[in-house]
């Protein structure tokens, strides 16, 4: 069993709709990352979590300690939204889930 | 605001070859992470360095060795390329630890032909 692992793997949707995409892991952590991949781009931190919920314009991060568990939220989605999502976390070393591939069509 | 700048963005080597890639971290972070990602693969943890000591270290090959510099710049040495080594070279940075500010580059394409 993956330490980190997301769903869904794949996402299609069409511009506007509501977003979800999960993290879990199997270990304690002490904080957890929410990164966002273009594709042949960069890798931009757009949340790091240690406890409760974080909002950024369109985004929003929860993460529950207990159950092991984070979600990252894009409202009116876009279509530059489009982008590998990795949730990444730390105990005695960075672990990365495998990326949810987020597609949004106009 | 200043970010993690890395060069060169792009490199081409040939096998068995040698190639430096430099990370210049986020003014005043102390801690540097490198990482390589192959085509369609997770990010890979090779070594960190946090006050210009070795702090972590990863799936970092033999052939590849790494310092931070008294001014906290790093720099991935890679010697006797291989065409596996082709990949995307990503440098992180963080002020004491990987929970505060921890902040990626843009990223080294390293092509090996």
């Known amino acids: 069993k993956n330490e980190v692992e997301q769903s869904p793997q794949n996402l299609t949707a069409q511009e506007g709709e509501f977003i979800t995409i999960n993290c879990s892991y199997s270990?304690?952590?002490?904080?957890l990352h929410w990164l966002q991949q273009h594709p042949g781009g960069g890798i931009v931190s757009l949340f790091m979590?240690?406890?409760g919920k974080k909002k950024h314009g369109r985004l929003i991060a929860t993460i529950n300690i207990q159950e092991k568990h984070s979600s990252l939220h894009i409202t009116a989605s876009h279509p530059r939204d489009s982008a590998v999502y990795i949730c990444?976390?730390?105990?005695?070393?960075?672990?990365f889930g495998p990326g949810t591939s987020l597609s949004v069509i106009p | 605001a200043a970010g993690v700048i890395q060069s060169p963005r792009h490199l081409i080597k040939e096998k068995r070859e040698t190639a430096t890639l430099k990370c210049y971290p986020i003014?005043?972070?102390?801690?540097v992470y490198w990482y390589q990602q192959g085509p369609g693969q997770d990010p890979q943890f090779l070594i960190s360095?946090?006050?210009?000591?070795?702090?972590d270290k990863g799936s970092i090959p033999d052939r590849f060795s790494a310092q931070q510099f008294s001014d906290y710049h790093s720099e991935l040495n890679m010697s006797s390329l291989e065409l596996g080594d082709s990949a995307l070279y990503f440098c992180?940075?963080?002020?004491?630890?990987?929970?505060?500010?921890?902040?990626f580059g843009s990223g080294t394409r390293l092509t090996v032909v």
């Open positions: 992180a940075s963080s002020f004491g630890s990987w929970d505060y500010g921890y902040t």
């Open positions: 270990v304690g952590i002490s904080a």
């Open positions: 979590l240690s406890s």
């Open positions: 990444a976390v730390r105990y005695d070393k960075v672990i």
């Open positions: 003014p005043r972070h102390d801690t």
């Open positions: 360095f946090y006050e210009k000591m070795q702090s």
